[in-house]
T-cell receptor, first 116, second 114 residues
Framework: AQTVTQSQPEMSVQEAETVTLSCTYDTSESDYYLFWYKQPPSRQMILVIRQEAYKQQNATENRFSVNFQKAAKSFSLKISDSQLGDAAMYFCAYRRGETSGSRLTFGEGTQLTVNP | DTEVTQTPKHLVMGMTNKKSLKCEQHMGHRAMYWYKQKAKKPPELMFVYSYEKLSINESVPSRFSPECPNSSLLNLHLHALQPEDSALYLC?????????????FGPGTRLTVT
């Protein structure tokens, strides 16, 4: 079974600085997708960034980028120029590549606080 | 329009009540999901519908009854719930079940069972 581990239950960062959230996963599959979701206090889960396992290039979305280390099964999220609106619970998630559907496996989450 | 809407936002119900949660999307998505989320925990998958047919039931107790009347609408009927069922219930949708498609989440319904 696939597992996703986020070893940092809580993190904090000063506004305008950079923070990295860690995520490791365990799988024997070769085709899969990795995601970072953000859930602010308003509760709505929003996709921040995704990475296809077959792509060697790390995904980036504006101030958000990932460091995907496939051999190490590591998928960390870097947030640059942190803003107050980045404060949220961040979930790392894994999904096996499958046309008929597979479950999203979430990590336990990292609560990010952004200090002004 | 990339929005999934859920009603009501909050619901308080007694253990003998019957209520329903509603989820709607107009993105033409053919896969819809119900998740249960406890405080400070990740979402747990409950049900998955694909083309209006139940595809996955994660051994959810029968007091939760899902329904997909059409491709835009997903309901969760609640009956004889227990206090431990109090949680945030999230709905999500995606183009199809194919893993390459992103799941879009709604804002959730906060359910309290008294």
């Amino acid at each position: 079974a696939q597992t996703v581990t986020q070893s940092q239950p809580e993190m904090s960062v000063q506004e305008a600085e950079t923070v990295t959230l860690s995520c490791t996963y365990d799988t024997s599959e070769s085709d899969y997708y990795l995601f970072w979701y953000k859930q602010p206090p308003s509760r709505q889960m929003i996709l921040v960034i995704r990475q296809e396992a077959y792509k060697q290039q790390n995904a980036t979305e504006n101030r958000f980028s990932v460091n995907f280390q496939k051999a190490a099964k590591s998928f960390s999220l870097k947030i640059s120029d942190s803003q107050l609106g980045d404060a949220a619970m961040y979930f790392c998630a894994y999904r096996r590549g499958e046309t008929s559907g597979s479950r999203l496996t979430f990590g336990e989450g990292t609560q990010l606080t952004v200090n002004p | 329009d990339t929005e999934v809407t859920q009603t009501p936002k909050h619901l308080v119900m007694g253990m003998t009540n019957k209520k329903s949660l509603k989820c709607e999307q107009h993105m033409g998505h053919r896969a819809m999901y119900w998740y249960k989320q406890k405080a400070k925990k990740p979402p747990e998958l409950m049900f998955v519908y694909s083309y209006e047919k139940l595809s996955i039931n994660e051994s959810v107790p029968s007091r939760f009854s899902p329904e997909c009347p059409n491709s835009s609408l997903l309901n969760l009927h609640l009956h004889a719930l227990q206090p431990e069922d109090s949680a945030l219930y999230l709905c999500a949708s995606s183009t199809t079940l194919d893993s390459l498609y992103e799941q879009y989440f709604g804002p959730g319904t906060r359910l309290t069972v008294t």
